[in-house]
């Protein structure tokens, strides 16, 4: 399957990519080339979800997340080409181009 291009695409369709706040937050932690693991952005976004620290989560809270993140968020960014996610390393990473990243952090910026 062809990756999208986010810079060729509508307004409306980078709105609804950054609609989601578990996406925005992956945009914003992410950062080229410095591969995250799945299970720690669970829990990151778990605990920012409930004003709480990463220790506090509950792990049947962070494997909820941790779901949500694998079958739809990620699948959604690694679609237009944003990040790629390894299931058999648990790793994420950001892949997006310079302009893409400036195009998202534009829009990151008038939508927060």
Known sequence: MSRRDVTESSP???WRLLADPHRRYLLERLHPGEPV???SLA???AARDRGE???AVDPPRRRRVEIA???NHLPRL???GVVAYDPSTNQVVL???RETRRLLEAS?????
């Open 95 to 97: 892949t997006a181009d």
């Open 12 to 14: 409306r369709t980078v």
């Open 37 to 39: 693991t799945l299970s």
């Open 69 to 71: 993140l694998a079958h």
């Open 78 to 80: 690694a679609d237009w």
């Open 108 to 112: 990151l910026r008038w939508i927060c």
């Open 43 to 45: 829990a990151e976004i």
């Open 53 to 55: 620290p990463v220790e």
